[in-house]
Structure formats: structure tokens, C-alpha cells
């Protein structure tokens, strides 16, 4: 059995460390392979980019030759973390959590190799050992272990009952309980010894070691990671439109793309950091080579590349870049329904029979400007298409009287328009 590698010593060049329960977690984990875990509340059916930090610290971890295990919280989350809220979550029902689950476990598989061999990782989910408990027997048995006064300092117990517009339901005080219980758990079950987390997963992290200390006679470990925040202090991965998901069903992978391909050039030294799997020394060269020519934005395009591919696969970034092309006016072909409508998806589309295509030498293009909704009149469209502004498939159409017709048709159903450089529409056949 191999050696690990420094994974603390990686993770502190990146900037990732931010709090160690023992100084000792370096030479420990330096020693021999490890079992660690990081927990993922299933409060949506998909991860988002503030998961990704503690997906790719999971990731960091395995390739350094430990073992790391995913758990889900099928119980945990129909409770809610109260840390870093400021009230109380709205409570989910057993089917959500479920549905939330399964749909998690699919993505996890794109980060973390869960083959078996050696270091292969596990996804595990809490409800299979925290829902066999009655509420007696785990009173009995892991409520005496926790002293009330010790929960009241944690911040994320403290903060909440220090407002006055918010208190904090004995629900949410419980979960604490259920999370610590996990850890004494898997170092039971698969010996696992250190739990990494966010820097919000702090108290909880500590109430867990505290937990296995007092029910077990053992010494585990813990470490938080920064969260994911902007240089002006804000989370990183919203857009306009929310947040960035996962799911390409929620934010396509052209969407994805194009949100790192925008990320501040304030922000971006710490995105590679914390996402790719560049070293020290190409991360460095690749901004200083970004600061010598910023125009190019060549570490977003990195960043934008590694992790798109990671995500969405390569089929999901050839979409995204073949998208990207035709949104500074490529040409659109080879491409189908599914790609189109991916890449399309915040653009209005209008459904028209396919017979409007066949009949009368086929569809006008001021009627079909107009169906789109990228023309309000007839002379507005007539306007459009004299100034050179109208493009069907990204070409430019001059002629007034030109009718679309099924050799229009770019995939198997659609066809696009466009107005100006960057207002499109979609028509639908069907």
C-alpha cells in the first residue's frame, strides 16, 4: 500500500484550510490511508456550485489514496442544519427526501470513483441507521452523552437564540444530535476517523468528536474548508437567475460555461484553486500568462473547460463551446433537438405546424419574424430584414419576400431566428 500524499499541504496552498481540530492531522493522515466523509443535506434534487468546494475536497482526498465516503442525509434533511440560517427551513416530506436522494446519488459519480478497489468511495445515506431508532431509545442512547450547557456555546446554536425575530425549534436543536451520531457511526462501521466540512459545519463537526469521545473512548479529527465567497464577500455561484446547479435539466451546460467564463478576474485566481487540478506552479503560470493578456480570459476558459467537462461530460462542453460559437454568430449545424433546446433555453419559442413550412411555397419571413415575436408589425420586420439584421440558422437574410421551408430546418424540428446581434427566438414545428 502506497503512501498518501500531502493532501493538508495542498490544500493550504490553496487556501482551502481554514480550521484543524489537532495539529497532529497532518502526520496522521501522512501515515497511512484514511476513511474520511463529508455530509450533503438532500434539501433539493440536485447539488449546486457551493457543493462543488466539498465535492472536490472528497475528490482531493481520494487522489491523495484515502477513502472518502459521501453521506447523504435521508434523516438529517428532513430536519434541516440551522447552521448559517437565520430561521428555521421548511420541512420536507419522506417522498422529497427520497426523490432529492436518488437524484443526488447519480451525481455524485462524476466526482468521486466509487469502483471497487482500495480507496473506492462510498455513498452511504443516515435514514438506514438514525430510522431505526425509536425517539426513547435514542434519548437513551445518544441524547445523554450531550450536555445542554456545551450545545448552547455552539455558534450555530448561540446565533439563532440570540435574535429576537427568530428563535430556534427543538427540531433544529436536534440536529446536532443526529449529525454527531453519524460520525461515531461510520468510525464504528467503516472506521472512519476524520470529517471534513465547510467552515459553517464547525460546531457540528467538534460536537461529533466530543461524541465519540464520550460514548467510545476514541480520538477522531476534523477540518473545515472556506466557504465559497466572492472578493466582495458575497457567495460565489449565483447568477441572475439564481443558483448555478449541477443538473443540466436546471442550468445547461452552456449556461455552466458561461458562468465561469465570466467570473471576475478578482475571483478567479481563487476559483482555479479551488476547482481545478492544477498545481502550484501551472496555476501560477496560467495567471501570470491571464495577467499578461486579461482580453483573452484565458484561466476563466480554463477553469470554464475542466470543469464543465467534469460536470456535463464532453459531450455537455462540446455543446457549451459549440454554443458559445454561435452566440458571436457561427454558423448553427450538426446539431439536434436536444443540444438546440440545451443551449436555447432561456430563449422564447414559438410552435408552428409543419404544414406552414410545405404550403404555399412555405412560410414568409416577416410572418415568421413576427411569430417569434422579434417583430411587433409587418413594416417593423420589413425594417429589420433591409437594415441586414435579420438571420435565420445565424445567416443573414436580405430578400423581403423569402419564405422558410423544411431545407430551413436546422435539427429535426427547429428552426432559429435571430434580430440584431443578440435577440433569438425559436420556431417549433409540430
Keep these: 500500500m502506497s503512501k498518501p500524499a500531502n493532501v493538508i499541504a495542498d490544500m493550504t496552498w490553496r487556501g482551502l484550510l481554514n480550521q484543524i481540530t489537532d495539529q497532529k492531522i497532518e502526520s496522521f493522515l501522512l501515515e497511512k490511508p484514511r476513511t ?54 421548511k420541512l420536507l416530506t419522506v417522498e422529497m427526501v427520497q426523490h432529492n436522494v436518488d437524484a443526488i446519488q447519480k451525481q455524485m459519480s462524476r466526482f468521486i470513483d ?37 450545545m448552547l456555546t455552539k455558534d450555530s446554536v448561540k446565533s439563532r437564540l440570540e435574535r429576537t425575530d427568530s428563535g430556534l425549534s427543538y427540531t433544529e436543536f ?8 453519524d460520525f461515531v457511526y461510520l ?39 472556506k466557504l465559497l465567497l466572492k472578493s466582495d464577500g458575497t457567495k460565489m455561484g449565483k447568477s441572475e437567475s439564481g443558483a448555478v446547479w449541477l443538473d443540466p435539466e436546471r442550468t445547461s451546460p452552456y449556461q455552466f460555461y458561461q458562468y465561469w467564463i465570466n467570473v471576475d478576474d478578482a475571483d478567479i485566481a ?64 450538426e446539431l439536434n433537438d436536444a443540444q438546440l433546446n440545451s443551449i436555447f433555453a432561456d430563449v422564447p419559442s414559438k410552435e408552428i405546424s409543419k404544414n406552414a413550412l410545405t404550403e404555399n411555397e412555405g412560410l414568409p419571413i416577416i410572418d415568421a419574424l413576427m411569430l417569434a415575436g422579434l417583430a411587433t408589425t409587418k413594416s417593423d420586420a420589413r425594417r ?44 417549433k414545428t409540430v
Design 114 to 150: 466509487f469502483d471497487e478497489k482500495e480507496n473506492g468511495a462510498l455513498l452511504l445515506n443516515n435514514l438506514d441507521w438514525v430510522g431505526k431508532f425509536s425517539y426513547l431509545d435514542f434519548l437513551r442512547e445518544i441524547g445523554k452523552h450531550f450536555p445542554v450547557n456545551v
Design 36 to 89: 474520511l466523509y463529508t455530509g450533503f443535506d438532500p434539501t433539493a434534487d440536485s447539488l449546486h456550485i457551493g457543493h462543488l468546494v466539498a465535492i472536490m475536497n472528497l475528490r482531493r482526498f481520494q487522489k491523495a489514496g484515502h477513502r472518502p465516503i459521501a453521506l447523504l442525509g435521508g434523516a438529517t434533511g428532513m430536519i434541516g442544519d440551522p447552521s448559517g440560517k437565520s430561521e428555521e427551513r
Design 384 to 427: 429589420t430584414i433591409q437594415q441586414g439584421g435579420a438571420y435565420v440558422n445565424n445567416k443573414p437574410i436580405n430578400d423581403i419576400n423569402a419564405k422558410l421551408t423544411t431545407d430551413n430546418l436546422v435539427s429535426e424540428t427547429i428552426i432559429v431566428l435571430r434580430s440584431g446581434k443578440k435577440r433569438y427566438a425559436l420556431l
Design 270 to 333: 481563487k476559483a482555479l484553486r479551488f476547482f481545478t487540478d492544477l498545481d502550484e506552479n501551472d496555476c501560477n503560470e496560467l495567471l501570470i500568462e491571464h495577467q499578461n493578456d486579461a482580453g483573452q480570459r484565458l484561466a476563466q476558459r480554463q477553469i470554464a473547460q475542466e470543469l464543465t467537462k467534469l460536470v456535463h461530460g464532453e459531450t455537455g462542453l462540446l455543446v457549451a463551446e459549440k454554443a458559445t460559437q454561435i452566440f458571436f454568430g457561427a454558423e448553427i449545424n
Design 174 to 181: 436536534s440536529y446536532m444530535l443526529l449529525q454527531s451520531y
Design 187 to 225: 468510525r464504528r462501521n467503516y472506521q472512519c476517523e476524520l470529517q471534513v466540512g465547510g467552515s459553517d459545519q464547525w460546531g457540528n463537526i467538534t460536537a461529533g468528536i466530543d461524541l465519540a469521545r464520550r460514548m467510545d473512548g476514541v480520538e477522531l479529527y476534523g477540518l473545515t474548508s
